[in-house]
């Protein structure tokens, strides 16, 4: 998005590193800042929603790219379709649902 010219908000679990990869794309004259939140823990997205809405004041766009962190201990393919479907809509509602008050 930072390409076509949209201010971009990277947002990582670790701020250090997420202040680094802002920083890298900085360098090749791209719009970025960073944002630290944790897609596994309700008060780190709440605290990323506030921090961008005190620093922005709204999002215009939303794409969530975030992972899950699965247990390695089990084969992959013993999760099934419908944990990992839950999984991931809880996250990104969690988040959506958050930055709401954000979008114009």
């Not at 670790?14 to 680094?20: A, I, V």
């Not at 791209?30 to 780190?44: A, G, K, P, R, Y």
Request: no cysteine; hydrophobic share 45%.
């Amino acid at each position: 998005m930072a390409l076509k010219g949209f201010k971009a908000i990277l947002a990582s679990r670790n701020l250090e590193m997420g202040k680094k990869a802002a920083e890298k794309l900085k360098e090749l004259n791209l719009d970025v800042s960073s944002v630290e939140m944790d897609v596994t823990n309700q008060e780190s997205i709440h605290q990323a929603a506030a921090t961008i809405n005190e620093h922005f004041g709204r999002l215009d766009v939303l794409i969530n790219n975030a992972g899950v962190y699965l247990d390695m201990n089990k084969s992959f393919w013993l999760w099934t379709l419908s944990f990992l479907r839950t999984q991931w809509q809880l996250i990104s509602l969690e988040f959506t649902m958050s930055s709401v008050p954000l979008f114009p």
